[in-house]
């Protein structure tokens, strides 16, 4: 009276499914190595993209204030400050670049330690300021005239 059906094999077996697992494992890893260099660039240019950014900050803040304003570079905790030059404790702009930041830098310094921009627009010095991740670095450079550039390094 009643005939049982016999279903056909539906699924996969265990060594088509590690073997997609592996396949798609090599895949990422081999993307992710290929990749990890071009985010790496990135950082660092876009460090050097809000530093210039910062500077004219600086510049326009001199003029607004008419008074002058200290540019720091603290190498040490990864940080440039933007502050008033004969009020040291009046600080505008603090922008931290290190480890844990978006940019996560292992290289920040800046030629002099420290520049004077006045509200007449210019510098009291040239400075260089270096910003680097893994070897890849890119440098902004602030003229007594006041010009910013982004250099790039070989």
Known sequence: MFQLRSLP???YTLIEVVTTLVVAGIITTVGVVAVRPAV?????????NVVAGDLQYAQALAV????PISVVVDSAGMQLLIRDRDLVTKVYRTRVMGPGTDFSLDQ????????????????????????GL??????????????IRIIRTP
């Open 9 to 11: 094999d539906q699924g």
């Open 40 to 48: 790496e660039h990135a950082k660092v240019r876009a460090a050097a």
């Open 64 to 67: 607004r204030e008419r008074r």
């Open 108 to 131: 920040l310094s800046m030629t002099g330690g420290s520049v004077q921009l006045f509200p007449n627009g210019v510098a009291g010095s040239t400075i260089t300021i270096t910003l």
């Open 134 to 147: 893994n070897g890849f670095e890119r440098r902004v450079r602030l003229t007594r005239a006041g010009q």
